[in-house]
């Protein structure tokens, strides 16, 4: 089933700046899809628009067949994680990950059993009453994923999430990243300059070059070409 459509989407900034002509991408239920391609190409400006972080100029996006375009960011059922992990400083691992559910007004009970189901996913459990000064980066990385996690969202969005890590932890948590989300089957958008990050998490890949989608197919497809 067809869960993500961006139809002719296209992004010009207040300034005139025309980041983005137009792209067109149908993203399947469960799927992987990494958009890659050099600094400055639109992939922030894409997966903002896809978040409701940023308007869409022009064009329409359709989440489950619904038009999003006008609607809040709240409103998309969308989970997004950044590189630089926004976690509330002052509060516990416990609180950081429940946040989003308390503010949904998620009864107490419900919350508990979400946060320590996906605390032992992650292997947060013990760090549960911990504040995010206290960890290690791959361990804050993981409390902006089980953040996202907990709400069940429709798609994650992940911008670059792990370009603040030293390589061996990236190498780790790329692999983790991919065991969840098969296990979870959440359909995700995966925002990367690294060609190697890209082939190895990608259902398929896009490949942006000044805000056009140059090439979109699996790794295979797109570097295993005779
Ligand atoms: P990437 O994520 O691939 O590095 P971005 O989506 O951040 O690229 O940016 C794409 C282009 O849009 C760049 O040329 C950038 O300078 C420009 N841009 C980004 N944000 C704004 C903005 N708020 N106003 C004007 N231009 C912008
Ligand atoms: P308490 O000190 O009452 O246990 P905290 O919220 O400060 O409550 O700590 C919760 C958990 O985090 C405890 O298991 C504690 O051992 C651990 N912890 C607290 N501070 C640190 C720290 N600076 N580095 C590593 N672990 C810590």
Redesign the pocket.
């Known amino acids: 089933m067809t869960d993500v459509i961006l139809e002719k989407v296209g992004k010009t900034?207040?300034?005139g700046?025309h980041?983005i002509p137009s792209v067109d991408l149908s993203i399947e239920e469960g799927e992987f899809i990494v958009l890659v391609?050099?600094?400055?190409?639109?992939?922030?400006?894409?997966?903002?628009m896809v978040a409701g972080l940023e308007s869409i100029s022009t064009g329409e996006l359709r989440i489950r067949g619904e038009r999003m375009n006008d609607k809040e960011p709240a409103e998309r059922d969308i989970a997004m994680v950044f590189q630089n992990y926004a976690l509330y400083p002052h509060m516990t691992v416990y609180n950081n990950m429940a946040y989003g559910l308390k503010n949904r007004g998620v009864p107490k009970d419900k919350i508990e059993e979400k946060v320590t189901d996906v605390a032992q996913m992650l292997g947060l459990t013990e760090l549960l009453l911990r504040r995010p000064g206290q960890l290690s980066g791959g361990q804050r990385q993981r409390v902006a994923m089980g953040r996202a996690m907990v709400r069940d969202p429709k798609v994650f969005l992940f911008d670059e999430p792990l370009s603040n890590l030293d390589a061996k932890l990236r190498v780790q948590m790329r692999v983790e990243i991919r065991q969840l989300q098969r296990k979870l089957a959440t359909t995700t958008l995966y925002?990367t300059?690294d060609q190697v990050e890209a082939m190895t998490l990608a259902d398929r890949l896009v490949v942006?070059n000044k805000?056009k989608a140059e090439q979109i197919g699996t790794p295979m497809e797109l570097y295993n070409t005779p």
């Open positions: 900034y207040p300034n700046y980041a391609g050099p600094s400055g190409c639109g992939k922030s400006t894409l997966l903002r925002v300059h942006l805000g």
